[in-house]
């Protein structure tokens, strides 16, 4: 444990890790209740990847609560992780050539962890930067230099692309960490803690509700997301925003908007991870996290809600 | 003592190729069980033969040798460890002149101590644009000679993207191992007439991207 987290922030980890601990045991109490009626041999597809998808929910409750009490370090080292498999599948759908190697080489080796380095720090001026201008400058060149070839344009903007969202949004998770909230970084930590409640209760309520109760797509042949669902999902995560606008420096009914806003965001980020999936034919982004995917599957939403959550707090609280 | 450290080093590759590429298996034709085989797979790049080791369940790893070329892993003291002390590779030396025995005999030898064999049937690595070089006689002649081992197409995908032929560097992305359904050579089949149908079952199992080129 962080000597200088404040007990209260440590307090609040404790009590938020175990709504999360008691909401799944629930789920998995009703999962081996399913299983026991229609699938006892483990032979009903639909019940045993619920149940694979709860052990990679418990793995991860336990991990990022793990890290959140560690602080600083345990998050920033969670999410460099992620971000680092997230990026090697991204950019393992990507088009390339030959002439991209040293352009790749310097995506994972020296923008992936200097954007990390950065966080550790909390330098705004830099990690806000490093990415959308360095990179995107420095990288075509280096493809450049190599020979350029065909679908030059494409080939630079799709690595771009896979830097922004698997680095440069996600970063910005743990960049939460380095937020000086009303002139104090102590529970800052609990800024992320309430992203991933909001738009992953959000996520469940329309993946659960919405595939029930909705007919409606709202983007056909992308996802299955129906209109229903996500009035659902906004439902439950503007309830989950009210519920936890304690840990947040937010008063109750801007926690409700800032979820609101964020699930909104979070829904727009999965829908264009799944089309750029259609458009390469691809069903998950990787293997990695049994039941759900890979890494981009699992964090599509909350990657593309972190930047504006990051802002918007630091526009309203920050000092 | 030697054993043990190119266990260690085995495990070392492993480990290593795991993080680069978190090579995933596709067992699409057969089951990974404890069966005599002789995986026949695509050669792009010097990548292909730890990455296809280590997806193999340790288990198969430890029955499996790779046919390899003495030219290449007896250049250096470190490639004459890896090659036929971590990998236990059987060694044959692609130039003639250097054959002192043949190369068939070899193999066959290794299959009939009960090993299972990785080959890359074209021979060296594929630097054409074609995803597969024409097969050479080796597969035939092996499959003529044990007709009764399994042959399995193994097509490896991706590995010259995380390293061209020429880098050094390998840039961690995505490979995949997928295994096809165990062929036969036929009692009356020709040579060419398997070498192609071997090599069309291999060609088949190569993912299909839309949109990529």
């Known amino acids: 444990m962080m000597p200088n987290m404040p007990t209260e922030t440590t307090a609040s980890i404790f009590v ?15 999962g081996e209740i399913l299983r026991l009626r229609l699938s006892p041999r483990g032979t ?14 418990w793995a991860m409750v336990f991990l990022l609560s793990l890290a959140l009490l560690t602080g600083r370090t345990g998050v920033i080292l969670l999410f ?31 923008a992936f962890p200097l954007q990390y380095i950065f966080i550790w720090f909390g330098n705004v001026g830099l990690f806000s930067v490093l990415i959308p201008v360095y990179a995107f400058l420095i990288l ?30 996600t970063s910005h998770i743990p960049a939460l960490v380095t937020l000086d909230i009303d002139g104090s970084t102590g529970r800052s930590v609990l800024l992320i803690a309430f992203l991933v409640l909001v738009v992953q209760i959000g996520d469940l309520a329309e993946y659960y509700l919405g595939r029930k109760f909705g007919k409606t797509r709202i983007a ?16 439950f995560a503007a309830l989950t925003g009210l519920v936890f606008f304690w840990i947040t420096p937010f008063a109750p009914w801007e926690a409700m908007l800032i979820a609101i806003v964020i699930y909104l965001i979070g829904v727009g980020g999965s829908l264009v991870l799944a089309a750029i999936k259609a458009d390469r034919g691809v069903k998950n982004w990787g293997h990695l996290i049994p039941g759900q995917g890979g890494f981009v599957d699992q964090m599509d939403s909350v990657v593309f809600a972190a930047p504006v959550f990051f802002h918007l707090t630091r526009y309203l609280h920050g000092s | 003592m030697r054993r043990i450290a190119a266990n260690i080093a085995g495990q070392c590759l492993a480990l290593f190729a795991q993080f680069i590429t978190a ?14 085989r002789i ?8 990548a292909d033969l730890p990455i296809l080791w280590t997806v193999l369940p340790p288990a198969l790893r430890r029955v499996t040798r790779p046919v390899a070329a003495a030219d290449y892993w007896l250049k250096t003291k470190a490639r004459a460890f890896i090659g036929p002390e971590v990998f236990r590779a059987v060694l044959i030396d692609r130039r003639t002149e250097h054959q002192t025995e043949d190369p068939i005999t070899k193999i066959v030898q290794a299959l009939d101590e009960g090993a299972s064999i990785i080959i890359f049937p074209e021979g060296g690595r594929n630097r054409s644009d074609d995803p597969l070089m024409p097969f050479k006689a080796g597969l035939y002649n092996i499959a003529k000679a044990r007709p009764d081992v399994d042959l399995v197409p193994t097509w490896i995908d991706n590995i010259a993207s995380v390293m061209p032929s020429g880098e050094v560097i390998p840039v961690p992305l995505g490979c995949t191992v997928t295994f096809g359904a165990a062929l036969h050579v036929g009692q009356e089949e020709a040579k060419d007439t398997f070498l192609t149908r071997a090599s069309n079952a291999l ?11």
């Open chain 2, 203 to 213: 060609v088949a199992l190569m993912p299909q991207r839309e949109g990529a080129p």
């Open chain 1, 16 to 30: 938020i890790f175990g709504a999360a601990c008691a909401l799944l045991l629930i789920a998995t109490i009703a």
């Open chain 2, 39 to 46: 995986y026949f797979a695509n050669h792009t790049s010097n």
């Open chain 1, 80 to 110: 460099a992780f992620a971000s680092f498999a997230a990026l090697r599948e991204f950019l393992t759908l990507t088009r390339k050539t030959k002439a991209d190697h040293w352009a790749l080489i310097g995506a994972f080796y020296a």
């Open chain 1, 44 to 57: 009903h597809p639909a019940v045993e990847t619920y149940v694979t998808r709860l052990h990679s929910w």
């Open chain 1, 220 to 235: 056909k042949s992308v996802s299955p997301k129906t209109q229903a669902g996500v009035v659902w999902g906004t439902g």
């Open chain 1, 140 to 169: 075509p060149i280096l493809s450049a230099l190599r020979g350029a070839g065909t679908n030059f344009l494409s080939r630079v903007s799709e690595t771009q692309w896979g830097l922004m969202i698997c680095v440069f949004c």
């Open chain 2, 23 to 36: 090579p995933r298996a596709d067992w699409r034709g057969i089951e990974p069980v404890n069966k005599q």
